[in-house]
């Protein structure tokens, strides 16, 4: 626990919160001359026994619960790396959900034109995979550059994805379909992910994959055989980022290298030089 961090952050939170904006009035008890909620009002606000928050910001409550963090989170207007931080200071991780039920659903329009810069075929989608963002160079790897709405749902169940993601059976969907279930533990209320898994399960070949699914693979870095749609057979290796205003939102870069066998060296990891 970092205790100094924890009680900076809630302070500071806390303080731009007005009392009034809750039907509760400025304490003016002498010595009182913080701006914000009380520490005693914010207990009655989330009906918690005295003392409950004050523990929370002195770092005096060991492994707080995490239904007290998030009442706490929302209250005080946190936004998702406000979060993140809150649980980084309070048990040392990351915490296992997002804040807000829309965050990672959206990303500045910005990171369109950041896509569109990019050489290699780029895109961003967000936390259920949908389709945020694409550069011109990903859409020509469709027929008629018919780009897919859903990732996750075109690669584990588009007939057309099981021609384009080369030897798909066993190069694609065995570290595909496992990102789909790992991500559903994580959050069983996405709606659009609980129909994909759907649909998956109803679906002979995809659904014995996906039973079988064992560990999430990141694909950071992965190489995979692809029959692109203009440039033919050939192979791409990956590249994956976060935006951090999204968390579960993910951009992909794909490097393709064309022939039917991989006849480029991989890359060496890179490095920083200490000095």
């Excluded at 897919?148 to 570290?175: C, K, V």
């Excluded at 990102?179 to 070949?205: C, G, N, S, W, Y």
């Excluded at 029959?227 to 205003?245: E, F, I, R, S, Y």
């Excluded at 968390?247 to 920083?272: D, S, Y």
């Amino acid at each position: 626990m970092d205790k100094p961090a924890l009680r900076s952050l809630l302070r500071e939170r806390r303080a731009l919160i007005k009392p009034e904006s809750h039907g509760l009035s400025r304490p003016t008890r002498q010595g009182r001359r913080a701006p914000g909620l009380s520490q005693a009002q914010i207990d009655q606000i989330l009906h918690r026994a005295p003392d409950t928050y004050g523990r929370l910001e002195s770092g005096r409550y060991p492994n707080p619960p995490a239904d007290l963090l998030q009442d706490v989170a929302r209250l005080l207007g946190m936004n998702e790396q406000e979060w993140i931080a809150l649980w980084r200071y309070c048990l040392g991780q990351d915490p296992p959900f997002p804040l807000n039920s829309q965050s990672g659903e959206e990303i500045p329009g910005v990171w369109q034109e950041a896509v569109d810069g990019i050489g290699h075929m780029a895109y961003v989608n967000d936390r259920s995979w949908n389709l945020l963002a694409y550069n011109d160079r990903w859409s020509e790897m469709f027929p008629g550059g018919q780009v897919p709405q859903n990732t996750m749902r075109w690669m584990a169940l588009d007939p057309g994805a099981r021609e384009t993601l080369t030897d798909w059976e066993h190069s694609w969907a065995p570290l595909v379909l496992p990102q789909l279930r790992a991500a559903l533990a994580a959050d069983p209320t996405d709606e659009t992910l609980a129909q994909i898994e759907k649909e998956v399960l109803a679906d002979p070949l995809a659904a014995g994959i996906y039973n079988r699914a064992s560990a999430y693979l990141h694909l950071d870095g992965d190489e995979r055989p692809l029959n692109h749609g203009a440039l033919g057979p050939g192979w791409v290796t990956m590249c994956a980022a976060q935006p951090m205003a999204a968390p579960g939102a993910r951009m992909i870069i794909l490097v393709f290298h064309a022939g039917e066998k991989r006849r480029h060296t991989r890359t060496p990891m890179l490095r920083a030089k200490v000095q």
